[in-house]
C-alpha cells in the first residue's frame, strides 16, 4: 500500500473556445487601448466597473457605456510577495479594489509601490498606461498614489 499518499490526478484546465469580445466589452478594450475606462451604467443608474453585458441583479441587458475617471479610491487591498508565476507583474506589489472616481463598482487591479506600508484603504489613486497600447487589461500598468493638483 506502500507511498502512504492520496490518489493523484493532474489538471489541465483549458478553454478551446473562442469569444468575441461584443459592443459591451469591446467598448471597454478600446477604451483601454486610447486610454480611457469605461463602465457601464444600469437601469437604477448606477455605473459598473468593468461592464458587464447584463445586468447582475435584474439580468436585463445594458448598453449604455460611459466613461468614468481614471481616478479613485482603494476600498479594500492586499500584498503580493512574491508575485504569482503568471501575473503581469514580476515585482511585489499591491492587489486592490478601486472605487474609481463616477463608479458603484470597485475596479480590481495593481497598485504600483514598493511595500506594503505604501498602501492603505482610503488612499487615492490614478491610473499609470503603457505607452504601447494594444486594447487589453494590461494596458493599464496599474495605479500609482495619486499626485495631488495632477490631472489624470
Known amino acids: 500500500m506502500g507511498d502512504g499518499g492520496g490518489l493523484r490526478a493532474d489538471l489541465v484546465l ?9 459592443p459591451v466589452i469591446g467598448a471597454f478594450l478600446t477604451g483601454l487601448r486610447e486610454g480611457v475606462i469605461t463602465g457601464i451604467r444600469r437601469s437604477d443608474g448606477t455605473v ?3 461592464p458587464v453585458e447584463y445586468d447582475p441583479v435584474t439580468s ?27 501575473s503581469p507583474w514580476d515585482e511585489p506589489h499591491g492587489l486592490a479594489l478601486i472605487m ?13 509601490v514598493g511595500s ?3 498602501l492603505w484603504t482610503g488612499m487615492r489613486v ?3 498606461w503603457r505607452d504601447e497600447r494594444v486594447g487589453h487589461i494590461c494596458d493599464l500598468a ?6 495631488p ?3 489624470a
Open 14 to 22: 483549458e478553454y478551446p473556445f473562442t469569444r468575441t469580445t461584443g
Open 48 to 50: 459598473m466597473v468593468p
Open 60 to 86: 436585463e441587458p445594458l448598453t449604455e457605456i460611459v466613461e468614468v475617471a481614471a481616478c479613485g479610491e482603494v476600498v479594500s487591498w492586499t500584498w503580493v510577495d512574491p508575485p504569482r508565476p503568471q
Open 100 to 112: 474609481l472616481d463616477g463608479t458603484d463598482t470597485p475596479l480590481l487591479h495593481g497598485v504600483l
Open 116 to 118: 506594503a506600508a505604501e
Open 126 to 128: 490614478e491610473a499609470v
Open 142 to 147: 496599474g495605479f500609482a498614489p495619486e499626485v
Open 149 to 151: 493638483g495632477a490631472v
